[in-house]
């Protein structure tokens, strides 16, 4: 069983960044993909970014261009650097492995004010 602890959420206005964290436990994390998922109320979750293996990355439009996700293998660690957010990037923020998808961890809360 994998586990994830997401952090790093909090309040922000329009404009403003922030850098999640997500501490995987994985034996065979360095061979793997991660992305980081949200949720907004009322909305499914949707996936917001990917990396792989070789540390290449994808994003949808939405977040193409603000969101930056890497990796830092020796800490087993996944993290997401949110620039330029917007009240629509509002939503719990989660990171898993979007090839097999493992039980949840708790999110961690990004709250964007206009």
């Known amino acids: 069983q994998v586990h994830f602890v997401e952090s790093g959420g909090g309040l922000v206005q329009a404009g403003g960044s922030l850098r999640l964290s997500c501490a995987v436990s994985l034996s065979t994390f360095r061979l793997n993909a991660f992305g980081w998922f949200r949720q907004a109320p009322g909305s499914q979750r949707e996936l917001v970014a990917t990396i792989g293996p070789d540390g290449a990355t994808t994003y949808p439009n939405s977040v193409k261009g603000r969101f930056t996700i890497s990796r830092d293998n020796a800490k087993n660690t996944v993290y997401l650097q949110m620039n330029s957010l917007k009240p629509e990037d509002t939503a719990v923020y989660y990171c898993?492995?979007?090839?097999?998808?493992?039980?949840w961890g708790q999110g961690t809360q990004v709250t964007v004010s206009a």
């Open positions: 898993n492995l979007p090839l097999a998808l493992n039980r």
